[in-house]
């Protein structure tokens, strides 16, 4: 790892010499004309649109405010039980991190130099940077180091401290309690990242007193229930490790629309050539990762994407995810997650066959990925049609948004609410916002279940995986390194 920053430093600054001299001689004189530089440069000026950075979509920017907890679902639950909510099952995804390590030795080994060519390129008159973005990356540094690897942000603290607060404040009789091990049950894995968000979570929901006198549980691995991937040798070779997972994205990568966006963030960098890829896709790394923790600032590596280039990288990561962990790869992203909907169907249904013996609150933490892979187990957001290399018109209205269903915290909650007449209703929520449960509940007794967001216990699909789940047997027992 060692030699291959290295060798990339010395690469780089080599390249940085002799590009700098072929521009003076060759280049300079030729170099586009003002009106064209005019034309890419005004696309930017434009705010910048946050809610489309995918996986790193920071979750304030991803959600609509407008639809938590609505009133239309309450009044659904009102007129169709008349009952409370008796438990809560709530899966969370980390909050806003820090690049993992493998992310921060590209970024070290890579971003510095190219900061320098960048301003070698605005000083020459090239690209569209301004005289303070210029001197920003005159004296850039990574903002992190090695020691940040993987752990939680101080913006992702806040999201989850955000999150415990808004569902204690709308489900405040199941959370009326002080914390007790018997009625809140806290799980996460063996990533630092999911714990400290547990941790602020609950700062949130109970307060900085309670939370210091609260022994959170030991992460377990392996942890089939909320990270199965990294236990699952088949998933593994199956999916993460062939190369025709990835093969719609390779293909987009040769899309008028995706070569038409390297092509205009090329002159904003001001290079005569064609962009790196790799290179490109570090600075929009880092441009993600700065927008999310620090929402009120204009990151200099945002300052060369329009929304419209934001939006095709967007799909670019969707293409990514969609095939490795949803409904374009194999049967297997879904089922390996079987543990989770099994656990949801086993918690609610002892909840309804002896109310005095159940947790209130099942409060798990865990990873984009296996948010995605259950969602894709219960049939949530699945398009009319496969989001291919060659359809990206049709993405903007597909249920498949990745930057809206998998942002940082993103949160899948289920509720089981007991009737006035004894019986029970499950309901379900994304993002804190009334989901569908049409995959999981067949229309009954009239209803019209697609357009509902609740539906009577138990749901037969989720019944029917929690009998059939062999996740062991899938994977072939493999511990978590």
Excluded at 15 to 24: E, H, N, P
Excluded at 203 to 213: H, I, L
Excluded at 262 to 291: H, P
Aim: hydrophobic residues 35%; aromatic residues 12%.
């Amino acid at each position: 790892t060692t030699f291959y920053w290295l060798f990339n430093r010395y690469a780089m600054a080599y390249r940085m010499l002799l590009f700098s001299f072929v521009t003076f001689i060759f280049i300079a004189p030729v170099y586009n004309s003002v009106p064209e530089k005019e034309d890419v440069c005004s696309a930017i000026k434009q705010p910048l649109d946050r809610a489309h950075f995918a996986t790193k979509t920071a979750y304030e920017a991803a959600i609509n405010k407008d639809t938590l907890i609505n009133v239309q679902f309450q009044e659904e639950v009102s007129e169709t039980c008349g009952g409370t909510a008796q438990l809560l099952w709530l899966v969370t995804r980390h909050g806003i991190r820090y690049p993992v390590k493998s992310e921060i030795m590209k970024m070290g080994a890579t971003l510095p130099l190219l900061a320098q060519e960048l301003v070698f390129n605005s000083k020459e008159g090239r690209g569209c940077l301004s005289e303070a973005d210029v001197k920003e990356l005159e004296n850039f540094v990574l903002p992190y180091g090695l020691q940040d690897s993987g752990q939680l942000h101080e913006a992702g603290a806040d999201e989850q401290f955000s999150l415990g607060e808004f569902w204690k404040r709308e489900f405040p009789k199941i959370f009326a309690e002080p914390y007790d091990e018997k009625y809140y049950k806290v799980e996460f894995t063996t990533m630092n990242r999911t714990g400290q968000s547990a941790y602020h979570f609950l700062r949130g929901m109970f307060g900085d007193d309670a939370v210091a006198r609260i022994n959170l549980p030991k992460p377990r691995s392996p942890n089939y229930k909320l990270r199965a991937y990294i236990s699952c040798p088949a998933w593994q070779s199956e999916v993460k490790n062939n190369k025709e997972t990835y093969r719609e994205q390779r293909l987009f990568q040769q899309h008028p629309d995706f070569l038409a966006m390297v092509d205009d963030v090329t002159k904003r960098l001001g290079y005569t050539q064609a962009v790196n890829l790799d290179e490109l896709m570090l600075i929009y790394s880092e441009c993600r990762f700065e927008a999310a923790w620090w929402p009120h600032r204009h990151s200099v590596w945002c300052k060369v994407f329009s929304n419209d280039d934001l939006q095709v990288l967007e799909y670019h990561q969707a293409l990514s995810y969609y095939y490795e962990d949803s409904y374009g790869g194999p049967e297997l992203n879904a089922q390996i997650t079987c543990a989770a909907a099994a656990d949801l169907y086993k918690r609610m249904k002892a909840a309804v066959e002896d109310s005095s013996e159940y947790p209130r609150a099942l409060l798990y933490f865990s990873h984009d990925k296996a948010l995605l892979q259950l969602q894709t187990l219960l049939g949530l957001h699945r398009p009319a049609q496969h989001l291919t290399h060659s359809n990206r018109q049709l993405y903007k209205h597909s249920p498949f948004q990745i930057s809206y269903i998998a942002p940082f915290s993103t949160n899948l909650a289920f509720v089981l609410y007991k009737c006035r007449d004894g019986s029970h209703r499950v309901g379900g929520m994304l993002q804190g916002a009334p989901i569908s449960l049409a995959t999981l509940c067949p229309a009954a007794d009239g209803e019209q279940t697609q357009q509902r967001a609740t539906c009577p216990w138990p749901p037969p699909l989720l019944k029917e995986i929690a009998d059939n789940c062999a996740v062991r047997r899938l994977c072939n027992k493999h511990d978590e390194l």
